[in-house]
């Protein structure tokens, strides 16, 4: 299996230029712990003549010191790297590794079995062309061995290959290795898995990796390398419609105007029509650039610059798309989800949602079902906690283009993101558009913001007061809104305590409540601003990610935070409503501050210290603050 040494040394230029036009094959081993991947992986490299000297001389030093095969050569120390992976013989994060025969180029993930690391396994996934399933033959088909099944299903791999690992464990026995692929067969129908190929093997040993094995007979199907040389690969890509998401506007001067990006599926040509999405503009391609010079044909998987004959807005996120066959657009769709935190999915909280190249913000509706991928339940949810599958409703703050999932990985997959901390924290595959993000549309007004604004002689803002409960917020808030008022001022009070008798009154004191909860408000802030009115909203809203949301739901400078800043020591000493006290007591779950966290603002535009001023003078400062920081006339 080892490169063509001869023709290195006789004719360099030819065989890079070989090597150049190899395929490329990524595949992933996955499977439940122990059950052989490091190794199989440390054979293929082993086998194809891809380990240096120096390599050889420190695995075999390794192996003697840390290895796990009595002395001899451990080839799972090849991939695991990581210090707390030899201790412990696992793997953990996922390894990739490079390696080619003369038939094929190969980037190969090796990824961890354990449950907890799950999101790690989705991660070496998520590109990959095949997946190489281990089972050991000892063991059986295990509940890991299910669940990464369940999610090579999910994530739209095509190829899949079941290897009954350490059969020389068991004497080769054909009755076990049957029994075994019967097991998994019965299960793979169950999840959508029709055809997949089965081959005995010892990782270990090297039997029917490269060549079939002389140990297993009865066996008359390929050893496992002959196969994933063989498995076809970008072929069907081609043959769907075209789809280039936008990476960037190549603009390198006055005269040149050019679209970069990596193909994802279809061919084009000079002269095809195209649309740009989601403006739906049209157009047709003038060239094909690319550094080696202008191309006739470009098909998936190249990453290209296009020009168009035509000046049109395309900007990066946008999608290019044929003409005759474009992806649909929209900003509500139903999709699978892939918690990857260790924070838990709160149905409402924004995140940022990546799909392509563009990047926009998205909300999460409760679950409709999470699913246990042991029974294949559906199972009601509040949440998804870390490596939990759940399909969901997302809604986006900008219509985006898209294709199902199953029909284009590159526009269906996408990523969400902690807007806070910045974390990749889920991963998902778009299903479709849900129906009334195609038959609701904004409705065009004459009498707009500035006007109504402009009637009432003020500007229209919110005054968003935060802090724990007790804190005084809405003594202040209520005291402010008497100033304003007397000034002439048109302004309106939403109390966290009243809210919920009305709006808000089917809400509990849940994380995900508390989202909700302060969901509503900010969109009703936002109509009362839009009304031209100076909104006063006196929430404790424990959570930056919801205060954040509410900020950028207004207009730049239309959002003024203030903290009222008062230690739980004094907001408990106080306990004007005996909350603290039933808290205490354990008769009040998820209480702020006791046991539900509570999220000081970090940049507030005011600060209130009531331990050093009395409600009094805070609502003057706040005032104040308004009249110095706004003008109010129109």
């Known amino acids: 299996m080892a490169h063509q040494s001869a023709l290195i040394a006789e004719d360099i230029e030819a065989y890079l230029s070989a090597h150049e036009r190899k395929s490329l094959l990524r595949f992933l081993t996955c499977g439940s712990v122990d059950d052989g991947k490091s190794t199989l992986i440390g054979r293929l490299l082993y086998d194809s003549k891809m380990i240096f000297e120096d390599q050889l001389a420190a695995l075999e030093a390794d192996s003697k010191k840390v290895g796990t095969q009595g002395g001899d050569i451990d080839f799972a120390l090849l991939v695991d790297g990581l210090a707390a992976e030899r201790e412990q013989g696992i793997t953990i994060d996922v390894a990739y590794r490079f390696f080619s025969t003369d038939k094929r180029k190969f980037i190969v993930a090796d990824t961890p079995g354990h449950e907890q690391y799950t999101r790690n396994m989705v991660t070496g996934a998520s590109t990959a062309d095949a997946a190489v399933i281990l089972i050991d033959a000892r063991k059986g088909v295990l509940t890991q061995t299910r669940r990464h099944s369940y999610l090579v299903s999910l994530l739209g791999i095509r190829h899949v290959v079941l290897a009954v690992n350490k059969m020389d464990l068991v004497g080769w026995d054909r009755q076990v290795y049957d029994a075994i692929l019967q097991e998994y067969a019965d299960f793979a129908a169950q999840i959508g898995i029709h055809d997949f190929t089965a081959i005995p093997m010892s990782a270990l040993k090297g039997d029917n990796i490269t060549t079939s094995s002389e140990a297993a007979p009865w066996y008359e199907g390929p050893a496992l390398m002959p196969l994933l040389e063989s498995l076809p690969v970008e072929d069907d890509l081609r043959e769907k419609p075209f789809r280039m998401a936008v990476q960037w506007v190549n ?181 479709f558009a849900l129906r009334r993000s195609q038959n609701i549309h904004w409705q065009a007004l004459d009498v707009d913001k500035a006007a109504r604004a402009a009637l009432k002689g003020q500007r229209g803002r919110v005054v ?144 209130i210290d009531t331990t050093k001023m009395s409600a009094a003078e805070a609502a003057e400062r706040i005032v104040a603050w308004l009249e110095g920081e706004l003008d109010y006339s129109i």
């Open 251 to 431: 603009r390198p001067n006055l005269d040149f105007r050019g679209f970069s990006g990596l193909i994802s599926s279809g061919t084009v040509r000079p002269g095809d029509k195209i649309k740009a999405l989601p403006s739906g503009r049209e157009s047709s391609i003038d060239r094909i650039v690319t550094f080696r010079g202008d191309l006739d044909e470009a098909v998936a998987g190249q990453s290209v610059t296009l020009t168009l004959k035509d000046e049109i807005d395309i900007s990066r996120g946008d999608v290019i798309a044929e003409a005759g066959s474009p992806p649909a657009v929209a900003d509500q769709f139903e999709a699978t989800i892939v918690w990857m935190d260790d924070e838990a999915m709160l149905p409402g909280r924004p995140y940022l949602l990546k799909l392509g190249t563009r990047t926009v913000s998205a909300q999460i509706t409760e679950p409709k079902y999470k699913v246990n991928v042991n029974t294949l339940e559906h199972l009601a949810a509040k949440r998804l906690e870390l490596n939990e599958i759940g399909v969901c409703n997302l809604s986006l703050d900008a219509a985006i283009a898209f294709d199902a999932y199953a029909e284009n990985r590159d526009l269906g997959g996408f990523i969400l993101i902690d807007r806070i901390s910045n974390r990749t924290v889920g991963a998902g595959m778009l299903h």
């Open 464 to 607: 968003w007061l935060t802090g724990l409960s007790g804190s005084g917020k809405s003594t202040i808030a209520n005291l402010v809104e008497k100033r304003l008022h007397a000034d002439g001022h048109h302004t309106y009070l939403l109390d966290g305590d009243n809210v919920r008798h009305g709006l808000n009154k089917d809400l509990g004191f849940t994380d995900e409540d508390r989202v909700e909860n302060i969901r509503r408000v900010a969109e009703v802030a936002k109509l009362m601003v839009d009304a031209g009115l100076i909104v006063l909203v006196s929430f404790i809203s424990p959570f930056r990610a919801e205060r954040r949301m509410a900020r950028e739901l207004q207009a730049e400078g239309d959002f003024v935070e203030v903290y009222v800043d008062t230690p739980l020591a004094v907001a408990e000493q106080r306990d004007v409503k005996g909350l603290y006290k039933k808290a205490r007591a354990g008769e009040l779950k998820n209480f702020t501050g006791i046991d539900s966290p509570y999220e000081p603002p970090e940049n507030a535009e005011i600060v």
